[in-house]
Every structure is written in C-alpha cells, then in structure tokens.
Nanobody, 127 residues
Framework: QVHVVESGGGSVQAGGSLRLSCVIS????????WAWFRQGPGKEREGVAG???????KYSDSVKGRFTISQDNDKKTLYLQMDALKPDDTGMYYC?????????????????????WGQGTQVTVSS
C-alpha cells in the first residue's frame, strides 16, 4: 500500500517563496515517477513539475524558471521549491506517484499516468 502526504502550503505575498514536501510511504520499485499538480479556483487540474527516480525532470511552461522540483530518494520525499510566486499560482497542490514505472518524458506531468495521489496542500498568493 502506497500513501502520499503533502505539506508546506500556506499564504504568501506575490514575489515570495514556499517549499512543498511530499512523503511517500510503502513499497516502490527501483524505477518510479512522481509529480506535482495543482488546481486553481475555477480551473482544471494542471501538471506543474514531474521527475523520475533517474533524475529526469519536466516543468510546465507556466512555472519554468520559477519552480524547482527535487527529490530525496532515501527519504522518499519530493520537494517543490516555488519562487517568484504570482497570484495565478494560487490553488490546491497535489503530489502524485506512479511507484512502479518510469513514465516517459512527455507524460511526466500528465495526470492519467499516476496512480496514487495525496490529499493536497493549499497555496494562496496575494497581490
């Protein structure tokens, strides 16, 4: 059984920073994938950043250059460092994992390839 728990959300002014964490417990294969998604008010869920256990990363155009995804494989913890935050970054942020496969690069921030999801952590950016 794989469980996903996010933390680190909060409220911040535009231009500020936050770091999200995601801890995964349970059995994972040698190769796995995990990613951050978000859903803003009145918006569809979108992929933000994804990575694999081999270090491959992918970012959405909307966060490239401002957000950094990183991982500590020993601790089974995924991070999302968010800098230069904008009000448009407001939303619920979800961590997801596919614990048994290296998702191909083009699918790294596509929700349909992920099987285990956390409950989300809220990020609010005020202007």
């Amino acid at each position: 059984q794989v469980h996903v728990v996010e933390s680190g959300g909060g409220s911040v002014q535009a231009g500020g920073s936050l770091r999200l964490s995601c801890v995964i417990s349970g059995s994972m294969a040698y190769g796995y994938s995990w990613a951050w998604f978000r859903q803003g008010p009145g918006k569809e869920r979108e992929g933000v950043a994804g990575t694999r256990s081999d270090g491959t990363t992918k970012y959405s155009d909307s966060v490239k250059g401002r957000f950094t995804i990183s991982q500590d494989n020993d601790k089974k913890t995924l991070y999302l460092q968010m800098d230069a935050l904008k009000p448009d970054d407001t939303g619920m942020y979800y961590c997801a994992t596919e614990p048994r496969a290296l998702i191909f690069f083009g699918g790294l921030i596509d929700a349909k390839y992920y099987t285990h999801w956390g409950q989300g952590t809220q990020v609010t950016v005020s202007s």
